[in-house]
């Protein structure tokens, strides 16, 4: 044989393994297909319904879900202003109080020193001229039972030292 009739019957056979080939990849594809449409099919049958429902449900809903955002989007804004407003209050009334207590701190600060302006006044007009005299009246009243008592006792004779009187 010669080297032609080799090639020819070589490349015949390579046809053939290549023909081989493409009927299965169509016998492949035509399965793969087929298993396609019936996936296609069964989900225009169970999925679609259920997508064209919840489409439906979300226009009929939409107008709903729209008007609850925007009531949501007011009530946002006035928490927000009432607690701004809340915040101002509270601040006010602090401030106030601050105040207050500053004032009431004052107020007995200069009670306290009135007092205290009031003690030493009365100390020095009352109580040392009192003490002064209640001093002088001990000194007279002592002078005068000194006295008193000299004249009993050279009276009755009898003289008694003046730290044996007490026991």
Known sequence: MDNLTIFIAVTAAAVVIQAGILVAMYLAVRQTSA???????????????????????????????????????????????????LDATLSDVIDRTRLQVIRVDELLNRTLDRVEQTTELVQKTVVSPVRQFSGLVRGVTAGVEFLLGARRRHRDGVTVPQDEMFI
């Open 35 to 85: 298993r396609m449409e019936a996936l296609a099919a069964e989900f225009k049958t169970k999925a679609l319904p259920a997508v064209e429902t919840a489409h439906s449900m979300m226009v009929e809903l939409r107008p709903q879900i729209e008007n609850l955002l925007t009531n949501v989007s007011d009530v946002s804004t006035l928490m927000h202003n009432q607690m701004e407003r």
